[in-house]
Nanobody
């Protein structure tokens, strides 16, 4: 059973930092791309960052480039999102995501999300 579980969200002041974590199980983590998405109130879910299976390839939304860093530790099935210089517009529920090929079909999996609130 594929499971993704996020943690690390909370309330932080503008300019502050948070690190989100995502622990995964139920699939071959070291062979899978993992992504972080977010969804702000009243807005569509958007891609924040993604990381390839070995960690050597990453991509970021323009809105977070230079402030957020995605990383992974394949030894413990964890993905991280270090968020610095946080802004009120970063307020959202953050989700961990992966897409897996299951018997020739691509299946998308999501965690339940963790809430990040940036406010003074």
């Amino acid at each position: 059973q594929v499971q993704l579980e996020e943690s690390g969200g909370g309330l932080v002041q503008p300019g502050g930092s948070l690190m989100l974590s995502c622990v995964v199980s139920g699939f071959t983590f070291s062979s899978s791309t993992i992504s972080w998405y977010r969804q702000a109130p009243g807005k569509e879910r958007e891609l924040v960052a993604g990381i390839g299976s070995s960690g050597g390839r990453t991509n970021y939304a323009d809105s977070v480039k230079g402030r957020f860093t995605i990383s992974r530790d394949n030894a413990v099935n964890m993905v991280y999102l270090q968020m610095n210089s946080l802004k009120p517009e970063d307020t959202a529920v953050y989700y961990c995501n992966t897409v897996i090929n299951v018997a020739g079909y691509l299946q998308t999996y999501w965690g339940k999300g963790t809430l990040v609130t940036v406010s003074s």
